[in-house]
């Protein structure tokens, strides 16, 4: 069965750094894809950025960005130039390309943007 | 925005009356999710449900039951509350966006069992 690994349950950035969370994975398949999600304090959950496992690039979406090594089962976000508006849980999922539609969710990091 | 809604938004009930949580959408997706969240857990699947009538168990279904008649409407019923099942409970669609189906959420319900 796959498993989604966050291993920070909390982290702090200054504002205007950067900061990255870390997530790791675990799958015998070759074809997936992995998502990141943002909960801020109103409990919506908003889709951040995704990748598709067969693609080589890494996934950028303005300040955000990710670095997945598919070798080391690693897909870590970084968060460029951070804001106050930042401040939020962030999960890490995962869903297999083949078979049913499951998402396989992290515990959470929560990200503290400091002023 | 895809059309998730929640009803109710928050309920406080007692243990052992039974709850029923409706989560409708308006743009005829055909998969639909239950997670529930607890601090320390993330998310965790339910049920999910793909296609009118078809539904299958997720990684922690006890307790729970679903019902999927219509595309729009996906029922969470908890038979008979437990104080273990005081949770945020999260409905989910999955979409093609850019040709990549992804998961979009509802705004979410708070549960009380007392």
């Known amino acids: 069965a796959q498993t989604v690994t966050q291993s920070q349950p909390e982290m702090s950035v200054q504002e205007a750094e950067t900061v990255t969370l870390s997530c790791t994975y675990d799958?015998?398949?070759?074809?997936?894809?992995l998502f990141w999600y943002k909960q801020p304090p109103s409990r919506q959950m908003i889709l951040v950025i995704r990748?598709?496992?067969?693609?080589?690039q890494n996934a950028t979406e303005n300040r955000f960005s990710v670095n997945f090594q598919k070798a080391a089962k690693s897909f870590s976000l970084k968060i460029s130039d951070s804001q106050l508006g930042d401040a939020a849980m962030y999960f890490c999922a995962y869903r297999s390309a083949a078979g049913t539609y499951k998402y396989i969710f992290g515990t959470g990091t929560r990200l503290k943007v400091l002023a | 925005d895809a059309g998730i809604t929640q009803s109710p938004r928050h309920k406080v009930t007692e243990t052992g009356t039974p709850v029923t949580l409706r989560c409708h959408q308006t743009e005829n997706h055909r998969y639909m999710y239950w997670y529930r969240q607890d601090p320390g857990h993330g998310l965790r699947l339910i049920h999910y449900?793909?296609?009118?009538?078809?539904?299958d168990k997720g990684e922690v279904s006890d307790g729970y039951s679903v019902s999927r008649s219509k595309t729009e409407d996906f029922l969470l019923t908890l038979e008979s509350a437990t104080s273990s099942q005081t949770s945020v409970y999260f409905c989910?669609?999955?979409?093609?966006?850019?040709?990549?189906?992804?998961?979009?959420f509802g705004p979410g319900t708070r549960l009380t069992v007392l």
């Open positions: 990748q598709e496992a067969y693609k080589q």
């Open positions: 989910a669609i999955s979409a093609a966006v850019g040709g990549t189906d992804t998961q979009y």
């Open positions: 799958t015998s398949e070759s074809d997936y894809y």
């Open positions: 449900s793909y296609g009118v009538k078809d539904t």
